[in-house]
């Protein structure tokens, strides 16, 4: 019988030492290994981020900042006269007379630079905002799992924080180039553009496909393996899910060009 309480209390004691060893493993979890993990183990950083909302807040600034930072380099080094009448030059031709007078007033070397600078972190708000909101219903739609918006705002965040990469190869690009007469969309060394279809500026399907990137597609990737996690949905109703707005996107666009 002693025998018998022996082993229950031993089974007992290993239970809790199991049960506070996976505590602690999950307080010593930090943002530093979700910024890592992220990247290099989407799964084990997306499971964390789910229960740490207020995380957002790191990848959002590491990953503005950078942007920032590159566009106001970019502003500096560019040349700036031809990048004004390239503007003029991508025109339609039965306006473009009519605009030239208008964007070379307009235009202006540090008008431009804090007004992109400004404008980075607002639409990248919004981006995430309307992710969010769409996220957050199509849940609601599809698996009605238990996810407040704050966590799928957290979840739009940190599934873009690869976007870093985007700015580094702007600036890699940058740095490498002979000449400082560039646009801004030619500094995208992984769009579709620069990889496959090779418009020139003005062509018709130039900014679509200086838009879409191989970064896109890692983007909606994690998108697709942390819904189908979060949700519980498959990874077909998961893909559905994520892709849907996009491909209506570039679909629609691409049919207007």
């Known amino acids: 019988m002693e025998h018998a309480f022996s082993q229950k209390r031993s089974i007992l004691n290993a239970d809790i030492d199991i049960l506070e060893g996976s505590k602690m493993s999950e ?12 990247i290099a183990s989407p799964g084990k950083a997306l499971d964390a981020i789910k229960t740490h909302s207020s995380w957002w807040i790191w990848p959002f600034l590491i990953s503005t900042l950078l942007a920032v930072g590159v566009f106001y380099y970019y502003y500096g080094w560019v040349d700036f006269p031809w990048l004004v009448e390239e503007t003029i030059r991508q025109q339609p031709a039965e306006i473009r007379a009519e605009a030239a ?6 235009m202006q070397p540090g008008r431009t630079m804090w007004m992109t600078i400004i404008a980075i ?7 995430y905002l309307i992710t969010a909101v769409y996220l957050h219903l199509a849940n609601k739609v599809t698996s009605a799992a238990d996810i407040g918006f704050g966590q799928w705002f957290s979840f739009s965040v940190w599934t873009n924080f690869v976007a870093i990469f985007a700015s580094l190869i702007s600036l890699v690009v940058i740095l490498m180039s002979d000449s400082n007469q560039m646009l801004a969309e030619n ?20 900014r679509w496909a200086s838009t879409l990137t191989l970064l896109n597609f890692w983007i909606w990737f994690l998108m697709i393996i942390g ?24 679909g629609i666009w691409a049919a207007l060009i």
């Open 101 to 106: 007078e208008n964007i070379r007033s307009f």
């Open 27 to 38: 307080n010593s979890y930090t943002v530093a290994n979700a910024l890592v993990d992220i």
């Open 121 to 127: 972190p607002i639409a990248t708000l919004v981006i």
């Open 187 to 206: 500094l995208q060394a992984t769009s579709l553009n620069a990889l496959l279809i090779h418009a020139n500026p003005g062509e018709p399907w130039f």
């Open 227 to 250: 819904y189908s996690s979060w949700t519980g949905s498959t990874m077909l109703k998961s893909s559905i899910v994520v892709l849907l707005p996009w491909l209506a996107i570039f």
